[in-house]
């Protein structure tokens, strides 16, 4: 099996732009210390291309607020124990992957937190939606979805069924699904452990 994600390519520079401020978020804000994905709303605004938000990978209280039993736990363990407790609870990779919250639903929510519409904005997000984050992506009204070619061809091959699979409902709902053709430059990024340039 080969991994063709079938998306449509785009190279304007707007996008590099864009992207950039996108990985400068995942590598700046995520809480993940083995894949830092940023993602960021864009909205068009007569000739101007605003940015809504910005949003990461990251844990739900971000040590601010926590809201759950487990999350408060985590919270306190890690401002008493310090560094080490917060490294040790993310090298348990079920612990972590069943706390971490997306990329795309944080950015979302920040946007919405603004008070600016989502509805009919542009999602940057360098790699490809799980199949719940499509949902989330869907129901926010989100028309256009740009990813980084350079990210996407790293995917994984226990990730492609369920990537095509959002990437489906995604298109079969309108959402135009693109990625950039292109380096970005001077930015650093995190996936599956190693870093690299994109
Ligand atoms: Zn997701």
């Known amino acids: 099996m080969e991994w063709k994600p079938n998306l449509e390519i785009v190279t304007e520079e707007r996008h590099r732009f864009f992207l950039y401020y996108t990985y400068i978020a995942g590598w700046v804000i995520s809480d993940d210390p083995n894949t830092k994905v940023g993602a960021t709303l864009v909205r068009k605004t007569g000739t101007v291309y605003r940015m809504l938000a910005r949003g990461a990978n990251i844990l739900p209280s971000n040590f601010e ?6 999350e408060r736990a985590f919270s306190e363990r890690c401002v008493t124990e310090g560094a080490n407790a917060f490294a040790e609870l993310l090298s348990d990779r079920a612990w972590k992957n069943g706390q971490m919250r997306h990329a795309e ?16 904005s542009t999602m940057y997000m360098p790699w490809i939606p799980c199949t719940p984050c499509a949902e989330e992506i869907m129901q926010a009204g989100i028309v256009e979805l740009i990813g980084h070619k350079a990210m996407i061809m790293k995917t994984p091959e226990r990730w492609w069924e369920s990537t095509n699979t959002a990437l489906e409902n995604l298109k079969k709902t309108g959402v135009r699904c693109c990625m950039y053709d292109g380096s970005i430059g001077n930015v650093f990024s995190l996936f599956n452990g190693e870093i690299w340039t994109p």
């Open 65 to 70: 607020r926590a809201s759950g039993e487990l």
């Open 105 to 120: 639903k944080v950015v979302i929510e920040q946007a919405k937190a603004y008070g600016f519409k989502v509805k009919g």
